[in-house]
């Protein structure tokens, strides 16, 4: 069974940092495409950022320069940075993994994590 699951999200006073883990099982996914999406009340998903099995790495405008993805192949897991954090991130944050197409729509994803809840205080 294929399974995808976030932790690291907390509450966390703008300016400072959090890092998401997502830890991969059921097969390994070193060949595909691993990518941050997130969610906040009302809005539709968006996308955060990815990284494809060839190391490439790839930002919404917004995230450049405060969050860097990573992704460690041997332990099946990629990983979030976010620092410097705004009121405007908070959100619940998901993981993905996708074997084609565009990296950065969240319908090109075969399996999503449950997600992990990321807040913001101004």
């Known amino acids: 069974q294929v399974q995808l699951v976030e932790s690291g999200g907390g509450l966390v006073q703008a300016g400072g940092s959090l890092r998401l883990s997502c830890a991969a099982s059921g097969r390994t996914f070193s060949s595909d495409a691993m990518g941050w999406f997130r969610q906040s009340p009302g809005k539709e998903r968006e996308f955060v950022a990815a990284t494809r099995w060839s190391g490439g790495r790839y930002y919404a405008d917004s995230m450049t320069g405060r969050f860097t993805i990573s992704r460690d192949n041997a332990k099946n897991t990629v990983y979030l940075q976010m620092n410097s954090l705004k009121p405007e991130d908070t959100a619940d944050y998901y993981c993905?993994?996708?074997?084609?197409?565009?990296?950065?729509?969240?319908?090109?994803?075969?399996?999503w994590g449950q997600g992990t809840q990321v807040t913001v205080s101004s």
């Open positions: 993905a993994a996708a074997r084609s197409g565009s990296i950065t729509s969240a319908a090109s994803y075969d399996y």
